[in-house]
C-alpha cells in the first residue's frame, strides 16, 4: 500500500480521517451497522500553493481542521436524536427557516473559539496578576500566566475524562491514531493490524494543544506591557501566530521520526495523550475507524 498523509479526528461513536482531497466520517449507528459519508475537502494550501509558507500554512490547517471537525461532529450527532417528540418551539423553527447551515456552522465555531481564548489565554493572564504586586518582572509573570495556562489545561483534560461519553470518544480517538499507525507502517488494515499498533501519535491534536500552551509563554514574553487591556489584545492578536509555529513543530517532529530532540520535545504531548485523551478501543471500533480510513483511500 502507498503511503497517504492522512489525519483525523473522533466524532461521536465514530471517527473521521482527511486525505489530501477527500474526507470520510464513519459511524456506528444505534442499529450497529456502519455509516460511512465521504466529501469532498481540497485544502486552500492546494489550490493556492502562495499560501504554503511557514506560520501562515499553520494558520489555514487550524481553521480548515476545526471547520471540518464541527460538520463531522454535527453528522455524527445527526444518528443519536433522544427519539423524543417534542414541539419545536418558535425560536427553532425561525432558525430552520432563516440561518442557513453556514451560518449556524460559522456561529457554532466563533462561539467554540471565544470560549477557548477566554479560558485558555484570557484567564490565566487574570489570575497572573494576583502576583503582580509581588513580582514585577513581566518575564516571571509571563512563565507564571504559562504555568497557570497549562494547569487549567491539564485539570480541564482530567474532569472531562471522567465523563462517560467523552470516555468512548476517546477510545475512537485511540483507534483512529492505531489506524493512522498501521496506514503508515505499510501494514493490511486489518483488525488484527490495527490492533497491534499504538493508540499514540506524535501529530495529535493533543500533542499540538500542549505545545500551543509552550510557544504562546515563548511568544507572549516579547510583549512586556502591564496596561491589562493591551495584554488582552496582544493575546487575542497572537493566537494565529502561536497556533502557526506550534503547527511548524507538529510538522517537523513527524517528518524527523528519529530525531532525538524531536522525540523529547514530543514527550509531554505523548503523555496526554496517553494518560487523558486515548483509550484502548474494542474490536468494533477499530472497525470504524478502518471503515474510514478506507473511504478516503477508495475515493482520494
Known amino acids: 500500500m502507498s503511503r497517504i498523509d492522512i489525519g483525523g479526528q473522533a466524532v461521536i461513536e465514530g471517527v473521521m480521517m482527511k486525505g489530501s482531497t477527500k474526507y470520510a466520517v464513519a459511524v456506528r449507528k444505534p442499529d450497529k451497522t456502519i455509516?460511512?459519508?465521504?466529501?469532498?475537502?481540497?485544502s486552500l494550501l492546494k489550490k493556492y500553493k502562495f499560501?504554503?509558507?511557514p506560520i501562515l500554512r499553520g494558520v489555514i490547517v487550524f481553521l480548515e481542521s476545526m471547520i471540518v471537525g464541527t460538520k463531522t461532529l454535527s453528522y455524527s450527532a445527526e444518528f443519536f436524536d433522544d427519539g423524543e417528540t417534542e414541539e419545536t418551539s418558535k425560536f427553532?423553527?425561525?432558525?430552520?427557516?432563516?440561518?442557513?447551515?453556514?451560518?449556524?456552522?460559522?456561529?457554532?465555531m466563533a462561539i467554540s473559539f471565544i470560549l477557548a481564548i477566554s479560558i485558555f489565554m484570557i484567564l490565566?493572564?487574570?489570575?497572573?496578576?494576583?502576583?503582580?504586586?509581588?513580582?514585577?518582572?513581566?518575564?516571571?509573570?509571563?512563565?507564571?500566566e504559562g504555568f497557570i495556562r497549562i494547569l487549567i489545561f491539564l485539570i480541564y483534560m482530567k474532569l472531562i475524562s471522567k465523563v462517560n461519553d467523552i470516555q468512548r470518544t476517546f477510545e475512537y480517538h485511540g483507534a483512529e491514531h492505531k489506524t493512522i499507525n498501521c496506514l503508515e507502517q505499510n501494514k493490511e488494515l486489518t483488525v488484527e493490524n490495527v490492533r497491534t499498533c499504538s493508540r499514540l501519535h506524535k501529530s495529535c491534536g493533543t500533542s499540538f494543544l500542549f505545545i500551543v500552551m509552550i510557544v504562546s509563554i515563548l511568544v507572549f514574553s516579547i510583549f512586556t506591557t502591564q496596561v491589562i487591556w493591551v495584554r488582552t489584545l496582544i493575546r487575542i492578536i497572537m493566537v494565529p501566530i502561536v497556533a502557526g509555529i506550534s503547527y511548524e513543530f507538529i510538522r517537523w517532529a513527524r517528518i524527523k521520526q528519529d530525531n532525538v530532540v524531536a522525540k523529547f520535545l514530543s514527550k509531554p504531548g505523548m503523555w496526554l495523550q496517553y494518560r487523558f485523551t486515548t483509550l484502548e478501543p474494542d474490536d468494533s471500533q477499530i472497525e470504524v475507524a478502518i471503515a474510514a480510513v478506507k473511504g478516503v483511500l477508495d475515493n482520494e
Open 35 to 42: 455509516a460511512v459519508d465521504v466529501k469532498n475537502s481540497t
Open 51 to 53: 499560501l504554503n509558507l
Open 92 to 108: 427553532e423553527k425561525w432558525l430552520e427557516e432563516k440561518v442557513s447551515e453556514k451560518v449556524l456552522l460559522a456561529i457554532t
Open 124 to 144: 490565566p493572564m487574570l489570575l497572573s496578576q494576583i502576583f503582580r504586586p509581588f513580582i514585577p518582572s513581566s518575564f516571571i509573570q509571563n512563565l507564571i
